[in-house]
T-cell receptor, first 117, second 114 residues
Framework: AQKITQTQPGMFVQEKEAVTLDCTYD???????LFWYKQPSSGEMIFLIYQGSYDQQNATEGRYSLNFQKARKSANLVISASQLGDSAMYFC??????????????FGKGITLSVRP | DAGITQSPRHKVTETGTPVTLRCHQTENHRYMYWYRQDPGHGLRLIHY???????DKGEVSDGYSVSRSKTEDFLLTLESATSSQTSVYFCAISERGVAKNIQYFGAGTRLSVL
């Protein structure tokens, strides 16, 4: 069963506007973590933001915020004031507790974001 | 910078040959991971390690083996490479003793099996 779903096709946003990238997840574990990573065309994976399942508030990191709706099992990434450098592939990932290991991430298939000048 | 170095960065090899990819870290992290990235699949976990000589399988472990004889090095071996193993391979580490357990990634190794 797919645990992380990212179904949006390629996304486009005008520079300086906000954009939301969707992510839904599925787990029966009450304790889990949700992550977003950015992969620019250069190929590296860059950690952006983290949300714990027990966190009371939505996570924020600079221009990135995570719209966490636990009952709906969604963890959408919001990028405010888009910049040309935000053009990249974005991956949502979920960490579930695994016996004997620190963490184990399951990734979605990614969403391509293009920022237009 | 999480101090992760992957080598080689690019490799072309022939079907049936053995290949070893190396992940080296400088910050004494306990946990290390190998992923592969293929179009339409995101990243998928191959193997992971939770200490020296302690490893376990991920979701796509067939055809791969790993070894970790010292904290800083995590090796991924393709015993007999196949074309289906053409992929980009990422190593990751997670921070020791931190609740968020964020995984940080190396720059990746692009492997082509002809």
């Amino acid at each position: 069963a797919q645990k992380i779903t990212q179904t949006q096709p390629g996304m486009f946003v005008q520079e300086k506007e906000a954009v939301t990238l969707d992510c839904t997840y599925d787990t029966s574990d009450p304790s889990y973590g949700l992550f977003w990573y950015k992969q620019p065309s250069s190929g590296e994976m860059i950690f952006l933001i983290y949300q714990g399942s027990y966190d009371q508030q939505n996570a924020t990191e600079g221009r990135y915020s995570l719209n966490f709706q636990k009952a709906r099992k969604s963890a959408n990434l919001v990028i405010s004031a888009s910049q040309l450098g935000d053009s990249a592939m974005y991956f949502c990932a979920m960490r579930e507790e695994v016996s004997g290991a620190n963490s184990k991430l399951t990734f979605g298939k990614g969403i391509t974001l293009s920022v237009r000048p | 910078d999480a101090g992760i170095t992957q080598s080689p960065r690019h490799k072309v090899t022939e079907t049936g040959t053995p290949v070893t990819l190396r992940c080296h870290q400088t910050e004494n992290h306990r946990y290390m991971y190998w992923y592969r990235q293929d179009p339409g699949h995101g990243l998928r976990l191959i193997h992971y390690s939770y200490g020296v000589k302690d490893t376990d399988k991920g979701e796509v472990s067939d055809g791969y083996s790993v070894s970790r004889s010292k904290t800083e090095d995590f090796l991924l071996t393709l015993e007999s490479a196949t074309s289906s193993q053409t992929s980009v391979y990422f190593c990751a580490i997670s921070e020791r003793g931190v609740a968020k357990n964020i995984q940080y990634f190396g720059a990746g190794t692009r492997l082509s099996v002809l």
